[in-house]
């Protein structure tokens, strides 16, 4: 598992690398990352992050797996978030899930005050 912490109101960033079986993904070719956040142990979104809505707040433009996130602006209450990433290219307009939000979720976000 992943935890990365987010500190509310602040610039902060953090930042992942993602795997799979052959290494770093590259994610200059994506056209679009989703997040959905899912307030933990609960299995509804309480949240949705789409860089087609804003593309500020994730960087996916490395080749070498690294997503950057830039989520201390969010209006989101403090506490633990798993987290849905779904990545979307011209192969797959349907998406790529690459992490499940859900309760043993492979990423976590904490947010923090």
């Known amino acids: ?20 079986d052959n290494g770093p993904i590259d994610f200059s070719t994506f ?15 309480v949240s949705t992050i789409d860089t087609d809505i804003a593309p500020d707040l ?9 997503l950057i996130f830039k989520f201390g602006g969010l209006l989101i209450p403090s506490g633990e978030y798993g987290a849905d990433l779904i990545a979307y290219d011209v192969l797959r307009p349907n998406g790529l899930k ?3 939000g859900h309760v ?6 904490l947010f923090e005050d």
Request: glycine content about 6%; overall charge negative; charged content about 20%.
């Open 98 to 100: 690459l992490a499940d």
């Open 1 to 20: 598992m992943t935890k990365e912490t987010v500190y509310l109101g602040y610039d902060n960033e953090c930042s992942i690398v993602v795997t799979d």
């Open 58 to 66: 994730i960087n996916f433009s490395s080749s070498e797996g690294v």
């Open 104 to 109: 043993g979720s492979l990423l976590v976000f």
């Open 31 to 45: 056209t679009k990352i989703v997040i959905n956040l899912y307030k933990l142990p609960s299995k509804s979104i």
